[in-house]
């Protein structure tokens, strides 16, 4: 009995360990992006959706902390549901999650941390995320979040000039196509000019590129937008 207790001890504190330097990683990411107050980007949207043809979209992203998002398009922006906003408040709101440490990977010739964040309640629209981490330069490289409404999205995070912020110069997001929600318009248009091949089997995910030109952070540009 003194043997299992010892092995089970043992085990309950390795974990608090893994736990707390995984929450020492989420706490460094987020001390970075509390540094960006606001921010106001430029975007260029390109998707490659199965049974979807629609041309690529300009747009302006805003951002004001803690994670309120605002897009402004003229066209249709096809993008997932809180696509932004799905880390932003996973790191904003560290409070709902469970922090694990769950292995390493190389991702562009850089180790990464696997992060796994797990919802404290039944209530949150997140089922699980995995975030995989340059500790070096704490910014993410890659995420994985499943949810009730969106299923899963992986994003790809591609760093330029504004990296010493945490902010992105690309992301690619590959969906599910079965769980991804597709705006009606979209939907009346296809139904109007595309014909399906039935015996062609459809791919179940599909991508979507955007990359971030002109950020203006700190400006207070957003205040405009966020009355709030």
Same mark, same amino acid.
């Given at each position: 009995?003194?043997?299992? +207790? ?5 085990i ?9 330097? /995984?929450?020492?990683?989420?706490? $460094?990411l ?7 107050? @606001? &921010? /106001?980007? @430029? ?11 629609i ?7 805003? %951002?004001k902390q803690?994670?309120?998002? =605002?897009?402004?398009?003229k ?10 906003? @799905?880390? $932003?408040?996973? +790191? /904003? =709101? ?9 292995g ?10 696997i992060?796994?964040?797990?919802? !404290?309640?039944?209530s949150? @629209? ?7 981490i340059? #500790?070096? !330069?704490?910014?993410?490289? #890659?995420?994985?979040?499943t949810?009730r ?9 591609? &760093?330029? $000039?504004?990296?010493?912020?945490? +902010?992105?110069?690309?992301?690619i %997001? ?23 091949d039935?015996?062609?089997q ?6 979507i ?12 540009? /957003?205040s405009?937008?966020?009355?709030n």
């Amino acid at each position: 009995m003194k043997i299992l +207790l010892t092995i089970s001890l043992f085990i309950c504190s390795f974990f608090q360990v893994i736990g707390q330097d /995984a929450q020492k990683t989420i706490q $460094a990411l987020q001390q970075k992006w509390s540094q960006v107050k @606001d &921010y /106001a980007v @430029d975007l260029n949207i390109k998707s490659n959706i199965p049974l979807i043809k629609i041309l690529p979209v300009n747009a302006t992203l805003y %951002f004001k902390q803690k994670d309120q998002f =605002h897009l402004k398009s003229k066209g249709i922006a096809i993008l997932p549901k809180k696509g932004f906003g @799905d880390l $932003a408040q996973l +790191l /904003a =709101h560290q409070d709902q999650f469970n922090a694990i440490s769950t292995g390493k990977e190389w991702i562009k010739n850089k180790e990464t941390e696997i992060i796994t964040l797990l919802p !404290n309640g039944e209530s949150e @629209d997140v089922i699980l995320a995995k975030l995989w981490i340059d #500790k070096t !330069n704490n910014l993410v490289l #890659k995420s994985q979040i499943t949810s009730r409404s969106n299923g899963t999205v992986s994003t790809e995070y591609g &760093y330029g $000039a504004e990296a010493k912020w945490g +902010l992105p110069e690309q992301l690619i %997001f590959t969906v599910d196509v079965k769980k991804f929600k597709v705006p009606k318009g979209v939907v009346v248009d296809i139904n109007k000019t595309q014909t399906v091949d039935t015996q062609k089997q459809i791919a179940k995910t599909g991508d979507i590129t955007v990359k971030f030109t002109n950020y203006k952070i700190n400006q207070g540009i /957003a205040s405009t937008i966020f009355k709030n």
